[in-house]
Protein backbone atom coordinates (compact mmCIF):
# COMPACT_ATOMS: atom_id res chain seq x y z
CA UNK A 1 0.00 0.00 0.00
CA UNK A 2 2.67 2.45 0.65
CA UNK A 3 4.56 1.96 -2.55
CA UNK A 4 0.99 2.72 -4.39
CA UNK A 5 0.75 5.72 -2.67
CA UNK A 6 3.94 6.55 -3.82
CA UNK A 7 3.33 6.22 -7.17
CA UNK A 8 0.21 8.52 -7.10
CA UNK A 9 1.90 11.15 -6.06
CA UNK A 10 4.25 11.38 -8.68
CA UNK A 11 1.46 11.29 -11.04
CA UNK A 12 -0.30 14.12 -9.13
CA UNK A 13 2.59 16.26 -9.17
CA UNK A 14 2.83 15.90 -13.07
CA UNK A 15 -0.40 16.49 -13.65
CA UNK A 16 0.18 19.88 -11.49
CA UNK A 17 3.09 20.84 -13.59
CA UNK A 18 1.25 20.56 -17.07
CA UNK A 19 -1.85 23.01 -15.60
CA UNK A 20 0.20 25.17 -14.08
CA UNK A 21 2.50 25.27 -17.70
CA UNK A 22 -0.68 25.33 -19.79
CA UNK A 23 -1.42 28.27 -17.58
CA UNK A 24 0.90 30.47 -18.17
CA UNK A 25 0.99 29.54 -21.77
CA UNK A 26 -2.42 30.55 -21.76
CA UNK A 27 -1.62 34.26 -20.23
CA UNK A 28 1.39 34.59 -22.42
CA UNK A 29 -1.21 33.96 -25.59
CA UNK A 30 -3.49 36.46 -23.96
CA UNK A 31 -1.21 38.98 -23.41
CA UNK A 32 0.92 38.70 -26.40
CA UNK A 33 -2.30 39.36 -28.38
CA UNK A 34 -3.29 37.07 -31.95
CA UNK A 35 -1.15 39.70 -34.30
CA UNK A 36 2.29 38.56 -32.04
CA UNK A 37 3.32 35.63 -34.92
CA UNK A 38 3.08 37.60 -37.57
CA UNK A 39 4.94 40.66 -36.53
CA UNK A 40 7.72 38.55 -34.92
CA UNK A 41 7.73 36.75 -38.72
CA UNK A 42 7.98 39.79 -40.62
CA UNK A 43 10.74 41.21 -38.28
CA UNK A 44 12.92 38.11 -38.97
CA UNK A 45 11.66 38.76 -43.11
CA UNK A 46 13.24 42.24 -42.47
CA UNK A 47 15.97 41.00 -40.48
CA UNK A 48 16.97 38.44 -43.68
CA UNK A 49 15.68 40.86 -46.46
CA UNK A 50 17.44 41.84 -50.08
CA UNK A 51 19.85 43.77 -47.95
CA UNK A 52 21.95 40.89 -46.72
CA UNK A 53 25.71 41.32 -48.53
CA UNK A 54 26.90 37.85 -50.67
CA UNK A 55 30.86 37.07 -50.21
CA UNK A 56 32.50 36.81 -53.36
CA UNK A 57 35.88 37.61 -54.38
CA UNK A 58 37.29 38.28 -58.32
CA UNK A 59 37.91 34.96 -58.87
CA UNK A 60 34.61 33.57 -58.27
CA UNK A 61 32.87 36.43 -59.67
CA UNK A 62 35.03 35.59 -63.02
CA UNK A 63 34.24 32.03 -62.68
CA UNK A 64 30.26 32.57 -62.36
CA UNK A 65 30.73 34.59 -65.78
CA UNK A 66 29.55 37.86 -63.83
CA UNK A 67 30.17 41.09 -65.88
CA UNK A 68 30.64 43.95 -63.94
CA UNK A 69 29.70 47.78 -65.34
CA UNK A 70 29.88 51.53 -63.92
CA UNK A 71 26.57 52.88 -62.70
CA UNK A 72 26.35 55.84 -65.91
CA UNK A 73 25.76 59.59 -65.25
CA UNK A 74 22.77 61.61 -67.16
CA UNK A 75 19.28 61.26 -68.57
CA UNK A 76 18.07 58.42 -70.87
CA UNK A 77 16.28 61.06 -72.90
CA UNK A 78 19.05 63.04 -73.96
CA UNK A 79 21.39 59.63 -75.23
CA UNK A 80 21.67 58.65 -78.15
CA UNK A 81 21.86 55.00 -79.82
CA UNK A 82 23.15 53.97 -82.77
CA UNK A 83 24.63 51.38 -84.90
CA UNK A 84 28.23 50.84 -85.68
CA UNK A 85 31.34 49.02 -87.09
CA UNK A 86 34.76 48.38 -86.14
CA UNK A 87 37.26 49.51 -88.75
CA UNK A 88 40.73 49.42 -88.26
CA UNK A 89 42.88 52.85 -88.45
CA UNK A 90 44.89 54.34 -91.19
CA UNK A 91 47.76 52.50 -89.59
CA UNK A 92 46.20 49.37 -88.73
CA UNK A 93 45.18 47.85 -91.79
CA UNK A 94 47.30 47.60 -94.81
CA UNK A 95 46.61 46.11 -98.39
CA UNK A 96 49.54 43.92 -99.88
CA UNK A 97 49.19 44.40 -103.58
CA UNK A 98 51.89 42.84 -106.44
CA UNK A 99 54.55 44.95 -107.34
CA UNK A 100 54.92 43.95 -110.97
CA UNK A 101 53.78 41.24 -113.13
CA UNK A 102 54.56 37.58 -112.47
CA UNK A 103 54.31 33.96 -111.27
CA UNK A 104 54.15 33.54 -107.57
CA UNK A 105 56.50 31.52 -106.73
CA UNK A 106 56.50 31.55 -102.80
CA UNK A 107 54.10 32.08 -100.09
CA UNK A 108 54.96 31.73 -96.80
CA UNK A 109 51.99 32.81 -94.31
CA UNK A 110 48.61 31.58 -94.29
CA UNK A 111 44.80 33.22 -93.54
CA UNK A 112 45.09 33.71 -89.65
CA UNK A 113 48.51 34.31 -89.57
CA UNK A 114 50.90 36.23 -87.68
CA UNK A 115 53.22 39.05 -89.49
CA UNK A 116 55.86 41.48 -88.93
CA UNK A 117 56.25 45.05 -90.19
CA UNK A 118 58.87 44.00 -92.93
CA UNK A 119 58.14 40.42 -93.52
CA UNK A 120 57.89 39.04 -97.11
CA UNK A 121 54.91 37.23 -96.98
CA UNK A 122 55.16 35.89 -100.86
CA UNK A 123 57.76 36.15 -104.20
CA UNK A 124 56.44 37.24 -107.39
CA UNK A 125 59.06 35.99 -110.38
CA UNK A 126 58.84 38.67 -112.72
CA UNK A 127 60.66 40.56 -116.20
CA UNK A 128 60.52 43.61 -114.37
CA UNK A 129 62.56 42.17 -111.81
CA UNK A 130 65.30 41.38 -114.03
CA UNK A 131 65.08 44.59 -116.03
CA UNK A 132 65.12 46.76 -112.73
CA UNK A 133 67.86 44.67 -111.41
CA UNK A 134 69.90 45.13 -114.50
CA UNK A 135 69.82 48.64 -114.53
CA UNK A 136 70.66 48.80 -111.36
CA UNK A 137 73.59 46.75 -112.02
CA UNK A 138 74.71 49.21 -114.84
CA UNK A 139 74.03 52.46 -112.91
CA UNK A 140 76.86 50.82 -110.60
CA UNK A 141 79.43 50.11 -113.12
CA UNK A 142 78.62 53.50 -114.65
CA UNK A 143 79.79 55.13 -111.30
CA UNK A 144 82.27 53.26 -110.55
CA UNK A 145 83.74 54.19 -114.01
CA UNK A 146 83.18 57.63 -113.51
CA UNK A 147 84.44 57.81 -110.34
CA UNK A 148 87.81 56.21 -111.64
CA UNK A 149 87.52 58.89 -114.70
CA UNK A 150 87.85 61.30 -111.82
CA UNK A 151 90.92 60.40 -110.25
CA UNK A 152 92.69 60.27 -113.28
CA UNK A 153 91.40 63.94 -114.04
CA UNK A 154 92.39 65.03 -110.80
CA UNK A 155 95.81 63.40 -110.94
CA UNK A 156 96.47 65.05 -114.25
CA UNK A 157 95.03 68.08 -113.33
CA UNK A 158 97.18 68.17 -110.25
CA UNK A 159 100.77 67.68 -112.40
CA UNK A 160 99.56 70.39 -114.75
CA UNK A 161 98.92 68.45 -117.58
CA UNK A 162 95.27 68.90 -118.46
CA UNK A 163 93.19 71.69 -118.34
CA UNK A 164 90.32 72.34 -115.41
CA UNK A 165 87.46 71.85 -117.69
CA UNK A 166 88.34 68.40 -118.13
CA UNK A 167 88.91 68.02 -114.50
CA UNK A 168 85.15 69.87 -114.05
CA UNK A 169 83.60 67.54 -117.31
CA UNK A 170 84.47 64.28 -115.09
CA UNK A 171 83.03 65.66 -111.61
CA UNK A 172 79.46 66.52 -114.06
CA UNK A 173 79.70 62.82 -115.15
CA UNK A 174 80.63 61.52 -111.80
CA UNK A 175 77.08 63.29 -110.45
CA UNK A 176 75.02 62.33 -113.02
CA UNK A 177 76.31 58.47 -112.50
CA UNK A 178 75.64 58.50 -108.60
CA UNK A 179 71.86 59.92 -109.37
CA UNK A 180 71.46 57.34 -111.72
CA UNK A 181 72.45 54.45 -109.07
CA UNK A 182 70.33 56.22 -106.51
CA UNK A 183 67.76 55.78 -108.80
CA UNK A 184 67.77 52.55 -109.83
CA UNK A 185 68.48 51.57 -106.52
CA UNK A 186 65.59 53.36 -104.85
CA UNK A 187 63.23 51.48 -107.78
CA UNK A 188 64.86 48.09 -106.65
CA UNK A 189 63.89 48.44 -103.21
CA UNK A 190 60.32 49.49 -103.87
CA UNK A 191 59.67 46.93 -106.07
CA UNK A 192 61.83 44.33 -103.71
CA UNK A 193 63.65 43.06 -105.98
CA UNK A 194 65.43 39.85 -104.90
CA UNK A 195 69.66 39.52 -104.57
CA UNK A 196 69.63 37.32 -107.31
CA UNK A 197 67.25 39.55 -109.67
CA UNK A 198 64.60 37.19 -110.39
CA UNK A 199 62.09 38.19 -107.88
CA UNK A 200 60.03 40.91 -106.37
CA UNK A 201 58.75 40.64 -102.49
CA UNK A 202 55.19 41.61 -101.25
CA UNK A 203 55.91 42.44 -98.37
CA UNK A 204 53.58 43.77 -95.26
CA UNK A 205 54.32 47.61 -93.61
CA UNK A 206 52.59 46.73 -90.33
CA UNK A 207 52.00 43.95 -87.64
CA UNK A 208 49.16 42.13 -87.26
CA UNK A 209 47.60 39.21 -88.56
CA UNK A 210 46.64 38.30 -92.17
CA UNK A 211 42.77 38.29 -92.69
CA UNK A 212 42.51 37.98 -96.61
CA UNK A 213 45.01 35.93 -98.70
CA UNK A 214 44.39 35.35 -102.18
CA UNK A 215 47.65 33.95 -103.10
CA UNK A 216 47.96 30.78 -105.16
CA UNK A 217 51.57 29.10 -105.69
CA UNK A 218 51.91 29.51 -109.40
CA UNK A 219 48.94 31.39 -110.23
CA UNK A 220 49.89 34.59 -112.87
CA UNK A 221 49.18 38.11 -111.38
CA UNK A 222 49.23 41.48 -112.96
CA UNK A 223 50.80 44.72 -110.94
CA UNK A 224 47.89 46.11 -108.55
CA UNK A 225 46.78 42.77 -107.82
CA UNK A 226 45.42 42.77 -104.13
CA UNK A 227 46.92 39.48 -102.31
CA UNK A 228 46.93 40.00 -98.70
CA UNK A 229 45.35 41.99 -96.21
CA UNK A 230 46.77 42.32 -92.52
CA UNK A 231 44.75 44.43 -90.06
CA UNK A 232 46.11 45.21 -86.20
CA UNK A 233 43.57 44.52 -83.84
CA UNK A 234 44.81 47.22 -81.62
CA UNK A 235 44.40 49.69 -84.06
CA UNK A 236 40.78 50.18 -84.27
CA UNK A 237 37.93 52.92 -84.09
CA UNK A 238 34.26 52.82 -84.48
CA UNK A 239 32.36 54.44 -86.83
CA UNK A 240 28.55 55.01 -85.92
CA UNK A 241 25.74 56.67 -88.03
CA UNK A 242 23.24 58.91 -86.74
CA UNK A 243 20.83 61.07 -88.34
CA UNK A 244 21.06 64.41 -89.09
CA UNK A 245 19.41 66.02 -85.77
CA UNK A 246 21.17 63.68 -83.69
CA UNK A 247 24.23 64.90 -85.57
CA UNK A 248 23.90 68.30 -84.58
CA UNK A 249 23.41 67.74 -80.92
CA UNK A 250 26.42 65.51 -80.96
CA UNK A 251 30.45 67.67 -80.16
CA UNK A 252 34.27 65.87 -80.61
CA UNK A 253 35.14 64.95 -77.34
CA UNK A 254 31.47 63.19 -76.04
CA UNK A 255 31.57 60.48 -74.21
CA UNK A 256 30.08 56.95 -75.58
CA UNK A 257 30.09 53.43 -74.57
CA UNK A 258 30.13 50.11 -76.54
CA UNK A 259 27.79 46.74 -74.97
CA UNK A 260 29.72 43.77 -75.36
CA UNK A 261 29.32 40.31 -73.92
CA UNK A 262 32.16 40.68 -71.73
CA UNK A 263 31.44 43.77 -70.64
CA UNK A 264 31.68 47.75 -71.55
CA UNK A 265 34.13 49.38 -73.75
CA UNK A 266 34.12 53.12 -72.88
CA UNK A 267 35.19 55.26 -76.03
CA UNK A 268 34.67 59.18 -76.83
CA UNK A 269 33.54 60.69 -79.70
CA UNK A 270 36.72 62.06 -82.09
CA UNK A 271 34.63 63.54 -85.14
CA UNK A 272 31.46 63.77 -87.04
CA UNK A 273 30.87 64.33 -91.03
CA UNK A 274 29.98 67.74 -91.90
CA UNK A 275 26.99 66.45 -94.32
CA UNK A 276 25.04 62.97 -94.66
CA UNK A 277 25.06 60.39 -96.58
CA UNK A 278 23.01 60.89 -100.27
CA UNK A 279 21.66 57.36 -100.12
CA UNK A 280 21.50 56.51 -95.75
CA UNK A 281 20.51 59.75 -95.33
CA UNK A 282 22.94 59.56 -92.13
CA UNK A 283 26.06 61.52 -90.87
CA UNK A 284 28.98 59.26 -89.26
CA UNK A 285 30.70 59.93 -86.26
CA UNK A 286 34.04 58.48 -85.76
CA UNK A 287 34.94 56.96 -82.21
CA UNK A 288 37.86 56.44 -80.67
CA UNK A 289 38.06 53.22 -78.49
CA UNK A 290 39.93 53.26 -75.08
CA UNK A 291 40.89 49.89 -75.05
CA UNK A 292 40.41 47.09 -77.53
CA UNK A 293 38.27 44.92 -75.15
CA UNK A 294 36.79 41.90 -77.37
CA UNK A 295 36.37 44.54 -80.47
CA UNK A 296 37.55 43.36 -84.69
CA UNK A 297 37.57 44.73 -87.25
CA UNK A 298 34.23 44.63 -89.57
CA UNK A 299 32.06 43.58 -86.26
CA UNK A 300 28.84 45.65 -86.14
CA UNK A 301 28.02 46.73 -82.60
CA UNK A 302 25.85 49.22 -80.61
CA UNK A 303 27.22 52.49 -79.82
CA UNK A 304 25.61 54.43 -76.92
CA UNK A 305 26.57 58.10 -77.13
CA UNK A 306 25.73 60.99 -74.25
CA UNK A 307 25.71 64.06 -75.45
CA UNK A 308 26.67 67.52 -73.27
CA UNK A 309 22.71 67.59 -71.85
CA UNK A 310 23.23 63.50 -70.99
CA UNK A 311 26.76 64.54 -69.22
CA UNK A 312 24.88 67.26 -67.15
CA UNK A 313 21.20 66.37 -66.27
CA UNK A 314 20.32 64.87 -63.11
CA UNK A 315 20.20 60.53 -62.92
CA UNK A 316 21.80 57.62 -63.31
CA UNK A 317 21.40 54.62 -65.43
CA UNK A 318 22.46 51.10 -65.45
CA UNK A 319 21.67 48.29 -68.38
CA UNK A 320 18.30 46.69 -67.78
CA UNK A 321 19.91 42.91 -67.15
CA UNK A 322 21.41 44.48 -63.56
CA UNK A 323 17.71 44.67 -62.20
CA UNK A 324 16.74 41.87 -59.99
CA UNK A 325 13.36 41.38 -58.26
CA UNK A 326 14.00 40.18 -54.75
CA UNK A 327 10.64 39.61 -52.64
CA UNK A 328 8.90 41.81 -55.00
CA UNK A 329 11.40 44.77 -55.12
CA UNK A 330 13.43 45.67 -57.81
CA UNK A 331 17.42 45.51 -56.16
CA UNK A 332 20.68 45.90 -57.92
CA UNK A 333 23.63 44.21 -57.04
CA UNK A 334 26.88 46.91 -56.05
CA UNK A 335 30.01 45.75 -56.02
CA UNK A 336 31.80 45.99 -52.61
CA UNK A 337 35.35 45.36 -51.33
CA UNK A 338 34.01 41.76 -50.55
CA UNK A 339 31.09 40.49 -52.62
CA UNK A 340 28.03 42.51 -53.40
CA UNK A 341 25.45 44.35 -51.85
CA UNK A 342 21.67 44.26 -53.31
CA UNK A 343 20.13 47.95 -53.04
CA UNK A 344 16.75 48.16 -53.74
CA UNK A 345 16.24 51.22 -55.96
CA UNK A 346 13.08 53.24 -57.92
CA UNK A 347 13.43 52.36 -61.69
CA UNK A 348 12.48 55.20 -64.10
CA UNK A 349 12.19 55.04 -67.88
CA UNK A 350 14.03 51.96 -69.92
CA UNK A 351 15.19 52.77 -73.32
CA UNK A 352 17.50 50.26 -75.69
CA UNK A 353 18.38 47.84 -72.56
CA UNK A 354 18.62 50.36 -70.06
CA UNK A 355 16.69 51.67 -67.15
CA UNK A 356 17.16 55.21 -65.40
CA UNK A 357 17.23 54.85 -61.81
CA UNK A 358 15.96 57.66 -60.15
CA UNK A 359 16.71 56.30 -56.23
CA UNK A 360 19.27 54.20 -54.97
CA UNK A 361 22.30 54.45 -56.76
CA UNK A 362 24.40 57.15 -57.64
CA UNK A 363 27.49 57.51 -60.65
CA UNK A 364 30.55 55.88 -60.25
CA UNK A 365 29.13 53.03 -58.44
CA UNK A 366 30.48 49.04 -59.97
CA UNK A 367 27.10 46.81 -60.39
CA UNK A 368 26.13 43.48 -61.66
CA UNK A 369 25.05 43.41 -65.10
CA UNK A 370 25.15 40.06 -67.05
CA UNK A 371 24.10 36.69 -64.89
CA UNK A 372 23.11 39.14 -61.73
CA UNK A 373 20.59 36.27 -61.99
CA UNK A 374 23.21 34.26 -60.15
CA UNK A 375 23.40 36.26 -57.38
CA UNK A 376 19.64 36.53 -56.91
CA UNK A 377 19.51 32.99 -56.95
CA UNK A 378 22.65 32.92 -54.39
CA UNK A 379 20.58 35.28 -52.32
CA UNK A 380 17.48 32.90 -52.60
CA UNK A 381 19.81 29.77 -51.28
CA UNK A 382 20.55 32.09 -48.18
CA UNK A 383 17.56 33.00 -47.28
CA UNK A 384 16.77 29.17 -47.25
CA UNK A 385 19.40 27.72 -45.32
CA UNK A 386 18.83 30.76 -42.66
Known amino acids: MKRLTNQQRLLGGAAAAVIVLGGGFAVWSMTRGPEAPAEAAAEAEEEHGAGEALEMDAARIQAAGIILAPVGSGSLSAEIVAQGTVVG ?47 RATAQARLTAARQ ?47 DGRSTGVVSPISGRVTVSNATLGAFVTAGTELFRVANASQIEVQASVSADDAGRIAPGDRASITLPEGEVQATVRSITPGVDAESRAATVLLTVSGVGGLR ?84 AGEVEH
Open 89 to 135: TPQGEAVLAARADGVITGVSLRLGDSVRAGQTVALIESREASSIAAE
Open 297 to 380: PGQAIAVRIYTRDAQTSAGVSVPEEAIQTVEGREVVFVRTATGFNPVPVIVGQRSAGRAQITSGLTAGQTVATRNAFLLKAALG
Open 149 to 195: ALAREQRLFDSQITARQDLEAAQTVLAEAEAEARRTSSAAAAARVSG
